[in-house]
Structures are given as C-alpha cells and as structure tokens.
C-alpha cells in the first residue's frame, strides 16, 4: 500500500476496522491477511459476508430525548489553530463540523482535523493506569500509581538529586497545562523540563529573539493574502500545515503573487510554486548570502529602514561579499541567475514574507540560519508591514504557548531567564518566599543554570558522571505528551530507556517509550485525557489564543493535565504552596479560568496579561464579528477594534482592553491600537553607535526617536511618574523595596508603568534598533558550516562545524565527530533528510492509531531518486534497508522511487515507530493499544549533531546508504 491511496472500497474500509482490534503476538498486518486465509480474492469475498459477521456501517440513533450541544475547541494537530465545532447529545460527541465563521479555517479541515472525533472515542487508548512487572503489563488503581511513583521519585531525590528526575512535557499541553508544569518543576526543584520546540522551533525563537526582540512570528496566516511576494523555504505547509496553504494561494491569486519554494525535495507546496529553486541541504545561509550579494550589488535594499531600525548591517555586507554567485553555486548548487531573479524579486515586488518551518530550524546551524532569515527581510524593509515579515509554521497545536509558558529548560514562563529577579519575580506572582524556593533546589548554581534538553537526555543518563555537570546523571523520567521517536540517535536512546530507574509516560496513548526499549520494571503509563476532554486556551502560530472549551467528559480513566499535576504534588508535598492562587474545583481539580489568571498576573514582558478567560471566551463565540484579513473585530460589535485571538503582545491587565497585536513591529499604529517597535532589548549603545531608533517610532508617540525600556527612574525622568495610581506606586513600592527605580514594565505587578507609557502612545519595552550583528551568540554575523555529516568533505576545511564546547551542561563534540567525515561520505554517499505528511502529525501514535488516517498510509517509506535507484537495482515498492553511519543503524522500508528529491539525496518521513531495525515490536504495547500502522522511525539513522544555542538536533541533513533489502 505504498504511497498509493486507498481506493476507499467498502470491503478495504471493514477491513481496517477489524484490524483495529487486534493487538499483541507480534502479528503485522500481512500476517493477519495470511493467516485468516484472505488473499486478493479473499478481500473481495469480505464484502459478501453475512451481516452477523459485517454489515453496512450506517448512523446509529441520535434521538436520545436530548438536544444536541454545538461546542468549539480547537484542534489538536498543527499551529494553525482551526476551530472545530462538536456536537454533543447526552454526553457523547455525536458529530463534527469545522467553524465557517473562524477566520483562520473558514469551514475547512484537513484529513487530520476532519477525523479528531476519533480521539475521543478511543478505541485504541490507555483505558487505565499501567504497570511493567517483570515484562508484562499489569493494571492498578491510579491512587496506587501516584503513590509508588511519588514514592520512587522522592527516592531518587534522596540519591541523587532534584536534576536526576528529567521532566518532559508537551506542545499538547493547553497554554494553562504547560504553564503549571512549568511551575511543578520550579516547586521539584529543577530547570530540565522541556518539550517539543526543543526539536522543532527552539532555533527560531533564539534566532528572531536575538534579532528584533521577541521569538515568535512577527504576522499571521491570514496577512499573508496581503503579500506580493512570498518565499518558502525549509517549509511544506501544504502537507505540514494544509489549512494554511488556503491563504497563501488565495494571496497568489488575489495579488498575482510571486510564490518562490527554495528546498532540496519538490514538494506537493513547491508545485504550486511560480518558481522553484533546489539546493543542497544545509546550505541556507550560502543561497541567503548569495540574495543578499546581489541585493546590496543593485542597491535593492532599503537604504532607510536600515538607517532608522536596523544596527550591524555593514558588518553583513562584510560577509556577505565574500557570496558572489561562483561560490554560492560551488557550495549549495544553486545557478546564479535563478538566484538573482529570486533576489530581485523579493527585494523590489513588496511587500515580500519570508515563511519557514523545520527545514530551516533542524540544523547545527539552525540558530545561524533563521538569523540569517531576518536579516534579509530587514535588508529589504520587509518587517513590521502588512503582507511582509518571518512568518514562522510552528509544529503543534500549542507548541508556541508550550514554549512561552516556560516548557524551556534556559527559561521561566515568559520568557523570564533563569537570574535571580527573575525567580523573585515569579515567586512575587506565587505568592511564595524566594528563600524558600531557593532551598528546593541543590544550590543557587543550579538555579540559574539551564537544564537538560530533550534531544540529549539520554546522553545525561549515559555518559560518566563526571560529564555531566550536575550532581547525578538522570535516573528518571517523567514524559507528559511527548513521543518517543522524536529524538535523533534513537539507538542511543533506548540504551538510555534502559538504564533509568524510573520511566513514567502519561499520555492518551503509550506512546513509542511504552514499547521500544526492553525494559522488565519500573515504567508505568497513566492515561491522560485530550485536549477535547478540558477546558483551556492554545496558542496558534500567529500568537492568536484560542479557547477550546471542553466537549465531554474524560473517557475511560483519564485524568487532564491539571488534576494528575495536582494528584502529584500532593503526594510529593508542595500543593498548598503550589495552587494557593488557583482555584480547586472538587479537591483536586485545577480550573483552567483560574490557571488563566494567574499567568495574566505574571506574564507581562510578553504581553499574555490582558487576555482574560473571559475576553477569549466572547472571541469564540463571536468568530464572525472578526475581518478575514485584518482579523480586527468589525464596529458595532462586542469585539469591535479587538484583534483575533488578542495575540500577545496584548497589553496591561484585561481591564485596560488591548487588542492586540496581529502584526508585531508595526510603526503605523498607535500602541493602544496594537503598533510596535522593535524591542530594546541590548541596551543604549554599542562600540560609539547608537542601539536605540533613529527618526523612527510608533504613531502618536510622543517620544519622536528611539528610547530605552521603561523603569520607574525613566519616567520619573520625563515627569511621568505621578501619573501612576497610588495603589499602583504601593505595589511598585512591595516589588522594588529599597531600589524602586529599577522596577521595571516588565516586573511591576500593578501594570502601572505599562499603563503610564501606553498613555503617551510609547512601547513598555523601548524602541530600540533591529540586531544584524547579535554579538552574544557563537556566530556574531551568520557563517556557514558544514553539516556534521556532508558529503562534500572537500568544503570542510574552509567551512568547519563549531569547535568542541561544553553547552546545557554536557560536552558538544560537534568537530570532533565531523572529523569522521572523510571515512563516512565515502561508505555512506547520500544525504538523508525528513518531514512530514499530510495523514500524520508528530510522533505518529496519535493518528497512526486512528483508522480513517491510518488507512491512507500504511507503510513507511524512503523517497530515492531513479538514477540511485537504478545504480542499486532498487525498484519502486521494494523492500530496502536505509543504513546510517553510527551505532550500525538500520531500518527495513519501502522504497518510493522518484525525482522529487535529487540525485545523491533521500528523503523519509518521521511519524513512523513501532519497528527497531527491522523488528516489529507490536507485541510489546499493552494490549488494545498499539497503533493500527507501525514502522521504522526515521530517527533511528539520524545521527549526531546539536546547534550550540539551543542544542537543536540534526535531521535534514545526515549521510546514508540504500540496499535491497
């Protein structure tokens, strides 16, 4: 069934559903076949049998005395933030619509959207807790798992640490669940909690953060419609992010816009392309740089908006000149003219946007590259416009929230640091002693260190301990919605798996971890309800929050994310002091509304402090009130003036009404109306030049250049300090203590400064310049590096990977293992890269187990160009091992010939799991819940190496080989 789609016959549909029952015995799905005697005439004689056997699927009754509900939620793939609309009779999600009046999906879904119900009917979720003893499954009550998981957890402390016990959440999470378990692992005493922007955008947001002030995208998916000319590149939103592709080609057709794909594969979103641009993988900052050389050779840049908002620029033409069209072809393969049609078109049909996904971000250079990305629409004055801007396709459906609420081992939530003001000011929003939140953790070193990253825990439980810097390696595990094929190196992993003391995996489905390791003892698996089964808000890409509110009960057992953070901190002693300021519903339920608030009250150097429960609540229910493509709320109307979703930046508490921010950075409005500035974030001045605006500012400032963030001694420097409220000034008074004037917007719990300076039409957080040169990173200016494993060991010596360094408290041996380059490229020629499909999302458990998804692919499978293939007797369909240059990783899968990826490059998907090197491991999911389609996971061929900022992994670029299996 390889690649080719399901002719959708009756016969082939029952077939799946029967299918869906079985479990365990290592029995794959051709196997079945064999055994129950069906053969092609077999499936055929299916459709004939008696109707005590199979009958015609029909609607069961839906008169049960009982009006049907309609309630809106979200769903729970992509970042696009489509709204799905449930219809609930009697307590039971009967059917399924998507919302014609939601902006952002206007009455469409894609496959994935269209077939969430199936989550909640469950067929193939944890039904109750689970315990591994000696090798089998074994039910329990979940008081008894919340006891012996406390108990070993505090035992483990006692050993080796609060560090010892990694916590890893989800992009899953609603913004409510990952803010508090963010908050569980600041009352544990650790800063290792992290989730899936780890191994997907955690380069973006350190990459655009250091540019221009905040990580995240700067407009949205309905602004593109205003765009001339778009590039997508390290992106494929038609199968990534379908929903999204609807506003790109309607801004296609109603601009005749330019729409450019730059990426090594011809994708289904490149053959809507007017033009497509193929290059090596791994050379993004060359085919940049090679724009930008004839960008600045024509003077096609914006000679003004570089000299108003943009410091460090000439230090890029530097390097950049360095990018003449020779070198740039020599090293990425891209011709120079097709490149300088690119550049010029980007540069002078505007407004251009830059749109990205993990192409760009998955790299050791994943930092560099998106810097380099920004760099270019700062060159060409396309930030901080309608229809321009880094419009950035997150992965999940709440990976942004996930990632501002502080799931992030370098960060509290919002983005605070890990410094001692900001754990006072955390602790402040707590309600909590800093003293004592000190004392939880194993010093005040460790405090303020960041953790362990999700893409190397492993290596933290594996390598001497002495390796490691902290008191232990990681004995235990703690894994909250997050798969466990989503980390390279996989082999490495699962000696990792078999080495900790402890593995908890709670999750609606077991998950990869359940299944992949040989592990006897000590894992247990709890079942967590969906995102369908509670209330909360998700963050799209575009910083829109949405409230999904919640279509029925949990199923089954489960418990939500709340209750089971509850459950165990009250086991491990901390509730009181960790829920003081958040309501408790029926002893142990945490209320999302009463999480909500909590955040609006600490979230201010974000902006997440003016978007109420209720003011996201009315949004939902007034979706059509709001303009498709302004996505401001129309006059006349509850939500009038108010942008969609208030995407943060929205301002000051819910009571002062922001609306705001759809586009960030944007000049041309007031502040009050959701205008911008780019942020201050570096300070005043650098090497003599000035770091704050020139001439440029918001409209209606009253500050007509550029000015630092707000403090109380700013303005009591421009007399604007008694116009703060006295109970304003009071709280500033408990916040500063002795040193009020160096409270700031961004730590004054009142709102007041924020208030103050909105008043006279100014940005809390200053008006500084863009950063070309980001002089704290590795790489200052942008350079390109070879990947750790490239076929062109020629390139080596001229472009190295990062030297050797110790990063997130383990050594980073990038140049060390790049030096193996020689001996590998010669046994290992092609380049392998990964992505996604449009049936699948993440990890794959989720929707591999549902059966309308299931059907449509059901193998996995490598993409090998036809002369490859030919030059290996390699024929479409046909079995092949794909062999990777460490551990002696391979895996068994089918081969899809074809010219969509170059000569020399292979491309596979990653949402597969359930086979390790050619063993179907079926057997070993608990019974009832192994997903219906199973196969080898791209990961276990990936290899080794991590951007120095983020620790990012290396997917799209590695080396293989290809054989007939």
Avoid at 334 to 348: D, N, S, W, Y
Avoid at 760 to 768: D, E, I, K
Wanted: glycine content about 10%.
């Amino acid at each position: 069934m390889l690649i080719k789609r399901s002719e959708g016959k009756a016969a082939r549909q029952r077939l799946a559903s029967a299918y869906q029952g079985l479990s365990g015995g290592g029995l794959d799905r051709r196997g079945f076949l064999r055994q129950a005697g069906l053969g092609g005439a077999g499936l055929a004689a299916l459709g004939g049998l008696g109707l005590s056997t199979a009958r015609k699927a029909e609607a069961g009754p839906t008169d049960f005395g009982k009006p049907i509900r309609r309630v809106k939620n979200v769903c729970t793939h992509c970042s696009v933030g489509c709204t799905v609309i449930a219809e609930v009779q009697n307590g039971v999600w009967v059917g399924q619509e998507p919302a014609w009046e939601s902006p952002i999906n206007r009455g469409t879904h894609c496959a994935k959207g269209a077939s969430v119900r199936e989550l909640v009917h469950g067929d193939r979720r944890l039904k109750y807790p689970l315990k591994l003893v000696d090798g089998a499954w074994k039910r329990l009550s979940w008081e008894q798992a919340i006891d012996e998981i406390g108990d070993k957890l505090m035992e483990v402390r006692r050993k080796s640490g609060p560090d010892a016990v990694f916590w890893l959440g989800s992009a899953k999470f609603s913004n409510e669940g990952a803010y508090l378990m963010r908050k569980f692992a600041a009352f544990w005493g650790t800063n290792s909690v992290d989730h899936q922007a780890r191994i997907c955008h955690s380069t973006t947001v350190a990459g655009v953060a250091n540019t221009w002030g905040y990580g995240a995208m700067t407009n949205s998916y309905n602004d593109i419609r205003n765009a001339r000319t778009m590039i997508i590149m390290g992106g494929n939103p038609a199968e990534a992010h379908p929903i999204s592709i609807q506003h790109v080609l309607s801004g296609k057709e109603l601009n005749r816009a330019n729409l450019i794909v730059i990426d090594p594969r011809f994708t289904r979103t490149a053959a809507h392309a007017t033009e497509y641009v193929r290059l090596r993988p791994g050379t993004d900052i060359p085919v940049i740089w090679g724009m930008l050389w004839h960008i600045f050779e024509n003077g096609w840049e914006d000679k003004e908006f570089i000299a108003q908002r943009v410091y460090g620029m000439d230090d890029i033409r530097k390097e950049v000149a360095k990018w003449n069209p020779q070198e740039v072809e020599r090293v990425s393969g891209v011709p120079g003219e097709q490149l300088k049609k690119v550049a010029q078109i980007f540069a002078t049909q505007k407004p251009s946007t830059l749109i990205w996904c993990m192409g760009a971000t998955q790299k050791t250079v994943g930092t560099a590259n998106v810097r380099a990305y920004s760099i270019l629409l700062l060159a060409t004055g396309n930030v901080g416009k309608p229809g321009t801007g880094a419009n950035i396709f997150r992965g999940h459906c709440n990976v942004q929230g996930a990632t501002d609420f502080g799931l992030d081992v370098t960060s509290l939530p919002a983005y605070y640091g890990l410094d001692e003001t900001a754990w006072r000011h955390w602790c402040r929003v707590w309600d909590v002693p800093y003293e004592d939140m000190l004392a939880r953790f194993a010093s005040k070193d460790m405090m303020q260190t960041p953790g362990i990253p999700t893409t190397r825990w492993f290596d933290a439980v594996l390598l001497p301990k002495e390796q490691v810097a902290q008191q232990d390696n990681i004995k235990a595990m703690v894994v909250v919605g997050h798969g466990g094929n989503t980390v390279t190196r996989m082999p490495d992993a699962v000696k990792g798996m078999e080495a900790l003391d402890l593995l908890v995996v709670a999750d609606p489905h077991p998950t990869t971890f359940a299944a992949l390791s040989n592990r006897k003892n000590g894992t247990y698996l709890l079942p967590i309800c969906t995102q369908f089964e509670v209330d909360g808000s998700r963050t799209a890409s575009n910083r829109s929050m949405q409230w999904g509110t919640k279509v029925v009960e949990p199923i089954f057992e489960s418990k939500n994310d709340f209750e089971l953070m509850y459950l165990l901190a009250r086991k491990l002693g901390f509730h009181e002091p960790m829920f003081k300021g958040i309501e408790v519903k029926d002893g142990t339920r945490p209320t999302a509304e009463g999480i909500l608030r909590e955040i609006n009250r600490g979230s201010l150097s974000t902006g997440y402090s003016g978007q109420s429960p209720e003011r996201l609540k009315l949004h939902m229910e007034r979706q059509a009130d709001f303009d498709l493509v302004t996505l401001r709320g129309r006059e006349g109307t509850p939500v009038a003036g108010e942008f969609y979703g208030l995407p943060w930046p929205c301002w000051g508490t819910p009571e002062m009404k922001h609306p705001g921010t759809h586009i960030l950075y944007n000049t041309n409005l007031h502040v009050k109306q959701g205008g911008g500035t780019f942020r201050a974030r570096w300070g005043v001045e650098r090497n003599g030049q000035t770091l704050l605006a020139e001439g440029s500012y918001s409209q209606g400032s009253e500050l007509t250049d550029g000015y630092p963030e707000f403090t109380v001694a700013v303005l009591k420097r421009l007399g604007w300090y008694d116009e703060l409220t006295e109970a304003e000034k009071a709280t500033i008074a408990r916040v500063g203590g002795e040193n009020v004037d160096k409270v700031s917007w961004s730590t004054d719990l009142s709102c007041g400064i924020i208030r103050v300076a909105m008043e006279h039409g100014c940005l809390p957080y200053g008006n500084g310049k863009a950063r070309a040169n980001a002089w704290n990173l590795p790489d200052a200016i942008p350079q390109h590096r070879e990947p750790v494993y490239t076929p062109r060991t020629d390139l080596i010596a001229e472009y190295p990977t990062i030297e050797d360094r110790r990063a997130f408290r383990l050594p980073l041996i990038n140049r060390s293992v790049q030096a193996r380059s020689h001996t590998v490229a010669r046994d290992f020629p092609i380049i392998l890269t990964s992505g996604r499909l449009v049936e699948y999302e993440g990890g794959g458990e989720e929707t591999r187990s549902n059966p309308w998804l299931a059907e449509l692919q059901q193998d996995m499978f490598v993409e090998v160009n036809t002369q490859d293939a030919a030059d290996r007797g390699i024929r479409e369909g046909q079995w092949v091992w794909v062999s990777g240059p460490e551990n002696n990783a391979r895996v068994r899968v089918k081969a899809l010939v074809t010219d969509r990826v170059g000569r020399g490059v292979a491309f596979m998907p990653f949402h597969f799991s359930g086979w390790f090197q050619g063993e179907d491991r079926r057997k070993y999911y608990p019974p009832g819940t192994d997903p219906i389609v199973l196969g080898e996971s791209a990961n276990t061929v990936t290899t080794y190496g991590y951007d120095p900022v983020t620790a990012m992994q290396e997917t799209k670029v590695t080396l293989c080989q290809i054989r007939a299996a």
